[in-house]
């Protein structure tokens, strides 16, 4: 499932073919996602400008100059791939390959946009726990999907005074804490673990005992792995675009998430990566450093 980093490297890759661009031709090839598209949904896209392409959770938004937002999420193997349209385009670091003249449209690409980049944006579903939405920007906020919503951890709100308070009074262990999309948005499993790793704090420790210098190692540490990742997806982006297209797909190197076993790789600590099950998912950390 695409975490947080993946949905930025996807956003960087569309922003340069969709922000400040026209919509030229939607084509919808199914009814429905996860849900039913919204009524219309080629028409209200046709023609309009793409204001803003931004990023809240794991949610991608297109404002649109209709007053409209376009809400598109990944969900467990949404992808989405660019190309261009006639010559290779060339958009800042990236760079956009034509589709290739043998590429048959699969069973599994849903939905189709072209913007005036000139490039056309294909998204690609076979599981279809994906999402596209069209709500009006000005009520966003009090819309259900985000009104709970914490902080974006790498948001200037996202301190270690606020984590202190956000994590004050609760009984549950740091971790299930941190999957809890009220304290922090966008968290999920990977980064949760990696990032408590670099804390030097236990998955199993209390939330409420969280704070002072630890609630300031774990936003430190949660910013680093994010944007980390971020870096890696981006560096990549340039590779993947060449070939198929696809965006925000990339290796990574994790400390201890995927990795029981293996030698904890903090130098001068013997330990190994010990594997729990915490809320019904795994947890990888190191019980010597983490504390
Ligand atoms: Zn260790």
Redesign the pocket.
């Known amino acids: 499932m695409p975490e947080l980093p993946e949905v930025e490297t996807v956003r960087m890759g569309l922003a340069a073919v969709l922000e400040h661009r026209r919509i030229t031709r939607v084509e919808t090839r199914r009814g429905d996602l996860r849900v039913p598209f919204p009524p219309r949904l080629a028409e209200r896209l046709n023609g309009r400008d793409v204001k803003r392409l931004s990023r809240r959770a794991k949610y991608l938004l297109a404002d649109l100059d209709s007053g409209e937002t376009l809400i598109m999420h990944l969900g467990m193997s949404g992808r989405f791939s660019v190309h261009a349209k006639g010559a290779e385009l060339r958009i800042g670091n990236y760079v956009y390959e034509p589709a290739k003249s043998n590429m048959r449209r699969g069973a599994h690409d849903h939905v189709i946009i072209e913007t005036d980049a000139p490039a056309e944006i294909v998204f690609t579903d076979p599981r279809r726990f994906g999402l596209m939405l069209l709500l009006d920007t000005a009520s966003l906020g009090t819309n259900p999907l985000f009104d709970t919503l914490g902080p974006e951890p790498l948001s200037r709100a996202f301190t270690a005074k606020f984590l202190e308070r956000a994590l004050g009074g609760r009984r549950t262990p740091i971790k299930t804490a941190l999957l809890d999309q009220r304290t922090v948005a966008g968290l999920g499993n990977i980064y949760v673990c990696e990032a408590l790793f670099h804390a030097g704090i236990s998955p199993k420790r209390m939330a409420a005992t969280v704070g002072g210098g630890r609630a300031a190692a774990l936003v430190r540490a949660i910013r680093s792995v994010l944007r980390a990742a971020i870096r890696a997806g981006g560096s990549s982006l340039r590779d993947y675009a060449q070939t198929d297209g696809t965006l925000g797909e990339f290796q990574h190197r994790f400390a201890v998430y995927g990795r029981e076993g293996a030698p904890?790789?903090?130098p001068g600590?013997n330990?190994k990566v010990k594997r729990i099950v915490q809320s019904g998912r795994s947890t990888f950390y190191?019980?010597?450093?983490?504390r």
């Open positions: 904890c790789p903090r600590c330990s190191c019980p010597r450093c983490q």
